[in-house]
């Protein structure tokens, strides 16, 4: 079980729960096209922006198994909403986990989401004593996986045209990191 005590405070973000507060930010994110080109989704309206801010307020721990803690991520010093980021809780036997994240472009080439997925990590291993976690996206989605590997995450699988998304055929790739990995690198 994993409770965190908030806010998450990394050197320049802010990490917390989602609340309504959040519609306006989140909908400069969500409703861009660039943001949602390797995602499940197509850039999202103001309402479909509502109903996903509506299921992360209410992702604040993980009790369980088979749940997500979504965080919202914010600039320490403006305070503005910049992304999000997810820890999934796949396995309790297996003590396995998987990370994910989504970032206003405009704040891309900063850091700030190796930041953000650094701390969700922690928060894995540290707080919930994971073993594995995995992270996995588009295979023509390279600057998450260079992300991936700055975190130390090697490339495990890469599935080729596993997935029709968005009408065509597309690639897979897994990354993962083991507790005894990341704790060496920390």
Same mark, same amino acid.
């Given at each position: 079980?994993?409770?965190?005590?908030?806010?998450?405070? $990394?050197?320049?973000?802010?990490?917390?729960?989602?609340?309504?507060?959040? =519609?306006?930010?989140?909908?400069?994110?969500?409703?861009?096209?660039?943001?949602?080109?390797?995602?499940?989704?197509?850039?999202?309206?103001?309402?479909?922006?509502?109903?996903?801010?509506?299921?992360?307020?209410?992702?604040?721990? =993980?009790?369980? +198994?088979?749940?997500?803690?979504?965080?919202?991520?914010? =600039?320490?010093? $403006?305070?503005?909403?910049?992304?999000?980021?997810?820890?999934?809780?796949?396995?309790?036997?297996?003590?396995?986990?998987?990370?994910?994240?989504?970032?206003?472009?405009?704040?891309?080439?900063?850091?700030?989401?190796? +930041?953000?997925?650094?701390?969700?990590?922690? =928060?894995?291993?540290?707080?919930?004593?994971?073993?594995?976690?995995?992270?996995?996206?588009?295979?023509?989605?390279?600057?998450?996986?260079?992300?991936?590997?700055?975190?130390?995450?090697?490339?495990?699988?890469?599935?080729?045209?596993?997935?029709?998304?968005?009408?065509?055929?597309?690639?897979?790739?897994?990354?993962?990191?083991?507790?005894?990995?990341?704790?060496?690198?920390?």
């Amino acid at each position: 079980m994993l409770k965190p005590s908030y806010p998450i405070r $990394t050197q320049r973000l802010i990490l917390r729960p989602f609340t309504h507060d959040d =519609l306006t930010g989140m909908n400069a994110i969500h409703s861009l096209p660039e943001v949602a080109r390797y995602l499940y989704w197509e850039p999202r309206d103001p309402e479909q922006v509502r109903q996903s801010l509506e299921k992360k307020i209410t992702q604040t721990a =993980l009790e369980e +198994e088979g749940q997500a803690l979504a965080l919202a991520v914010e =600039l320490e010093a $403006t305070g503005e909403l910049i992304g999000d980021g997810v820890l999934f809780w796949h396995s309790a036997l297996h003590r396995s986990g998987e990370i994910g994240y989504i970032f206003h472009p405009g704040h891309g080439g900063k850091g700030y989401a190796t +930041e953000a997925a650094e701390a969700l990590l922690e =928060l894995g291993f540290d707080g919930l004593d994971l073993h594995r976690i995995t992270g996995r996206l588009d295979g023509r989605n390279h600057a998450s996986a260079r992300l991936l590997e700055r975190l130390g995450m090697r490339r495990e699988a890469h599935l080729v045209e596993n997935e029709i998304v968005k009408g065509e055929w597309t690639d897979e790739v897994i990354y993962a990191i083991l507790q005894r990995e990341w704790r060496a690198r920390h």
